[in-house]
Structures are given as C-alpha cells and as structure tokens.
C-alpha cells in the first residue's frame, strides 16, 4: 500500500487486498531481499493516478488477453515470477 501511494499517487484499503505471492529470493551468496506480490479489487480513477519519476512509467486499464500479449512482447515486466497473467490470478478470488 505505501508503493502505490508513492509511486501512483493512490490509496489502496487494506481490506481490498490479497497477497497472492511471496517469495524470498535466494542465490548463490544467500538470501536477498523480499518479493510480496498483492492484488487488490478497487476502483480507481486512472485520471488520479501520479507517475513517480524514475519509479513508474505507465498506468492503464488492460485486459489479461492484454497483459500476456505484453508479457509476450517484453512490455510487461514481471520479474520471472510470472509467465502470464493466469499464473498472478491463480488462487485468488474472482
């Protein structure tokens, strides 16, 4: 919630999210840092959204079809733990 507040200006309620992953990523020197991936079910007036220099570069409404023809096309980052959008939405609630 304190990332989408300074990096898209926007206020995420706590009780519309739902950690979908957590992963503790760890290579041959040991563990480094932490990677929580949530989803949160909100309305959000994408005119209110406030891109962080340097932070963000894009905010806008998309499609899963959308979104894995972005990742497809390395549009999309999803820092390998996702290889579409089915795999972030797997588990979560509809």
Same mark, same amino acid.
């Not at 990523?25 to 949160?40: A, K, Q, R, S, Y």
């Given at each position: !919630? *304190?990332?989408? *507040?300074?990096? /898209?200006?926007?206020? &995420?309620?706590? $009780?519309? @999210?739902? !950690?979908? *992953?957590?992963? /503790?990523?760890?290579?041959?020197?040991?563990?480094?840092?932490?990677?929580?991936?949530? &989803?949160?079910? $909100?309305?959000?007036?994408?005119?209110?959204?406030? /891109?962080?220099?340097?932070?963000?570069?894009?905010? !806008?409404?998309?499609?899963?079809?959308?979104?894995?023809? !972005?990742?497809?096309?390395?549009?999309?980052? +999803?820092? @390998?733990?996702?290889?579409?959008?089915?795999? /972030?939405?797997?588990? +979560? &609630?509809?």
């Amino acid at each position: !919630m *304190k990332e989408a *507040k300074e990096e /898209l200006g926007t206020i &995420l309620e706590p $009780q519309n @999210g739902q !950690m979908i *992953k957590h992963r /503790l990523p760890c290579g041959n020197v040991g563990c480094h840092g932490l990677i929580d991936v949530w &989803l949160f079910r $909100q309305n959000v007036d994408i005119s209110t959204v406030v /891109l962080a220099p340097d932070e963000t570069s894009n905010a !806008m409404w998309v499609s899963r079809d959308e979104i894995n023809r !972005m990742i497809d096309e390395g549009a999309f980052a +999803t820092g @390998g733990l996702f290889t579409c959008i089915d795999d /972030l939405f797997e588990g +979560t &609630l509809d």
